[in-house]
């Protein structure tokens, strides 16, 4: 699999029209987004940065982008966000791995044990919000008693890495974390 990053794009200054559902003078923006998403589908990883000041309509290019391919189908879109506020562990990732909770909970057991790493309960560990899928609650993996922090966010981000490919082996996966500054 091939990897590149999409150019990132400043993003001119809010249209002074309404824009409750459709975005004006963006489609410049979501066509960049659509020709990395196009690479997405040809297997490439493809990271995408979108940027520019507060209140440019940054989230909702993106959410309008992100609906777009949730309603063709065939995409696991995951999107979370970061707050300026909180302080947890990972909280770029916190509520990603919600939103990869939500879905794994969405599919059949079969599947989701088909798709889980070797050291799931590594990750599990890093966010428990795991533990509400059930095939990972009841993972036959062997025990983990790592001690050390490092190997154990180790072994957890390589079972990250593992699901995340596992996954896209079906389709485009697209992962979204907005404010991703904070």
Not at 153 to 171: I, N, P, T, V, Y
């Amino acid at each position: 699999v091939g990897s590149r990053t999409a150019n990132s794009l400043p993003l001119p200054a809010p249209a002074l029209a309404a824009r409750a559902s459709t975005l004006v003078g963006r489609d410049r923006h979501l066509a960049a987004l659509e020709d990395a998403f196009r690479e997405s589908e040809r297997g490439n990883t493809i990271a995408a940065a979108v940027h520019g000041g507060s209140g440019m309509g940054k989230s909702a290019l993106v959410r309008q982008f992100l609906e777009s391919v949730r309603a063709r189908g065939g995409s696991v879109v995951l999107a979370g966000r970061c707050f300026e506020r909180e302080s947890v562990p990972y909280k770029a990732l916190d509520s990603l791995i919600d939103a990869l909770s939500r879905h794994l909970k969405s599919l059949p057991s079969g599947k989701v044990e088909a798709l889980l790493p070797r050291d799931v309960l590594a990750l599990a560990r890093l966010f428990p919000s795991l533990r509400r899928v059930e095939a990972i609650a009841g993972a036959r993996r062997r025990v983990l008693e790592i001690r050390d922090a490092h190997e154990l966010r180790r072994k957890a981000f390589d079972a990250f890495r593992e699901l995340m490919a596992r996954l896209s082996e079906d389709g485009p996966l697209v992962l979204f974390i907005d404010d991703v500054h904070w």
